[in-house]
T-cell receptor
Framework: AQSVAQPEDQVNVAEGNPLTVKCTYS??????LFWYVQYPNRGLQFLLKYITGDNLVKGSYGFEAEFNKSQTSFHLKKPSALVSDSALYFCAVETGAAGNKLTFGGGTRVLVKP | DARVTQTPRHKVTEMGQEVTMRCQPILGHNTVFWYRQTMMQGLELLAYFRNRAPLDDSGMPKDRFSAEMPDATLATLKIQPSEPRDSAVYFCASGLVRGARTPGQGHQPQHFGDGTRLSIL
């Protein structure tokens, strides 16, 4: 079965420092991986995806993610975190033969302190 | 900017009452998803539709929940009778799945509404 795991429930980082949110995956076949962000009282917003090609994927709000096949990881990164990046982050893998269906990780809460 | 619209945004009702949540997907999207989010269980997929036909509703309690798409602009999720354990935030999302003859156009992201916060007393 396709799945993703987010090993950290919460990540704390000081504003201006690098931010990393970890995600590992387990899939049969090619992995199609996504990152979403959720702000309070809002729905999930798409940040970026890896389908094929370059292992470094750039997305919205200055985020990027590195796909590592040997480590089965897809960590989300931002070189310099902002207080406004404080939110809940979800990693997801596309599953289902019909396409477009996502299986989400448990989420990682990011707190950026001024 | 196109958005998924969910109504109502908040709903408080007593146990046993019928609850109906509505979703207007983004125009042109052919896939609609219903999710439930709770602190304990996280984000759960309840059901999803492709071209208005149900593809998978295995995540949904069949005895009290039902999901339909009366037309391409409206998806509904009903709970009857409601129970306190149904209290959660319910999200609708829509997406576009293109055919296999359009290479490179697959794996499109889902677009989420802002949810219905449901409280069953």
């Amino acid at each position: 079965a396709q799945s993703v795991a987010q090993p950290e429930d919460q990540v704390n980082v000081a504003e201006g420092n690098p931010l990393t949110v970890k995600c590992t995956y387990s899939v049969s076949g090619n992995p199609y991986l996504f990152w979403y962000v959720q702000y309070p009282n809002r729905g999930l917003q798409f940040l970026l995806k890896y389908i094929t090609g370059d292992n470094l994927v750039k997305g919205s709000y200055g985020f990027e993610a590195e796909f590592n096949k040997s480590q089965t990881s897809f960590h989300l990164k931002k070189p310099s975190a902002l207080v406004s990046d404080s939110a809940l982050y979800f990693c997801a893998v596309e599953t289902g033969a019909a396409g477009n269906k996502l299986t989400f990780g448990g989420g990682t809460r990011v707190l950026v302190k001024p | 900017d196109a958005r998924v619209t969910q109504t109502p945004r908040h709903k408080v009702t007593e146990m046993g009452q019928e609850v109906t949540m509505r979703c207007q997907p983004i125009l042109g999207h052919n896939t609609v998803f219903w999710y439930r989010q709770t602190m304990m269980q996280g984000l759960e997929l309840l059901a999803y539709f492709r071209n208005r036909a149900p593809l998978d509703d295995s995540g949904m309690p069949k005895d009290r929940f039902s999901a339909e798409m009366p037309d391409a602009t409206l998806a509904t999720l009903k709970i009857q009778p409601s129970e306190p354990r149904d209290s959660a935030v319910y999200f609708c999302a829509s997406g576009l799945v293109r055919g296999a003859r359009t290479p490179g156009q697959g794996h499109q992201p889902q677009h989420f509404g802002d949810g219905t916060r449901l409280s069953i007393l």
